[in-house]
């Protein structure tokens, strides 16, 4: 669940979005009576091989290096270089790619490899289609919800209007974000990453 710049953008500055977000209106009507049992999960498309490429490739490309690295004080920088560098990889790899979005009574929570965010009802101003993504409003934040199948869109933007409607008379539940399995992966990883160049120069 990506955060966008604050919502300046008028209707004229983003092409299809009043006759897609008007269709979703008109399909609302129809949800509202059929809506899905919730918790609903918004069909994904499947995340694209690069993003699974990045993810792993720093796991095998880091610790086999820093267990060949020649030792001496440049190469403890590039050890160093490289560790950071392949983290920031796999950080991003797993934080810009949605695997998982559910729809409660109460929130939408959206997984990523790294993190579990959840966004109350009761905190969304606008639901919104815009290039084939739904964007939530919040105040002057715009999270978007990218990634959902292309014939789904605007069922699912219904489906979470429908909800929204739904919860405004339950109480408010805040949550924080937290960690999901990528940060035990990553943990792992700065562990092999690390002990794979203490293991080679025999230094534990």
Do not use: H
Not at 93 to 101: E, I, P, Q, T
Request: aromatic letters at 8%; glycine letters at 8%; hydrophobic letters at 50%.
């Amino acid at each position: 669940m990506g955060n966008r710049s604050s919502g300046t953008d008028d209707a004229a500055a983003r092409p299809g979005t009043t006759a897609e977000t008007n269709a979703a209106a008109n399909t609302g009507s129809n949800v509202g009576a059929q809506l899905p049992a919730l918790p609903w999960r918004v069909p994904l498309d499947p995340a694209p091989w690069w993003a699974w490429t990045l993810f792993v490739a720093p796991f095998i490309a880091v610790p086999a290096l820093n267990s060949w690295l020649w030792m001496g004080a440049r190469d403890f920088l590039a050890v160093g270089l490289f560790t950071i560098i392949g983290a920031s990889v796999v950080r991003v790899a797993g934080g810009v790619v949605l695997y998982r979005v559910e729809i409660t009574a109460t929130a939408l929570k959206a997984r990523t490899s790294l993190l579990v965010r959840s966004l109350a009802w009761q905190g969304v101003d606008d639901i919104e289609i815009v290039d084939g993504s739904v964007v939530l409003a919040s105040g002057k934040d715009e999270n978007e919800i990218n990634g959902i199948a292309k014939d789904q869109t605007v069922y699912a933007a219904a489906v979470m209007q429908a909800a929204r409607d739904s919860a405004d008379n339950q109480p408010v539940r805040r949550t924080r974000p937290r960690p999901g399995i990528g940060v035990v992966c990553v943990l792992a990883y700065l562990v092999l990453a690390v002990g794979a160049f203490l293991y080679r120069w025999q230094l534990v």
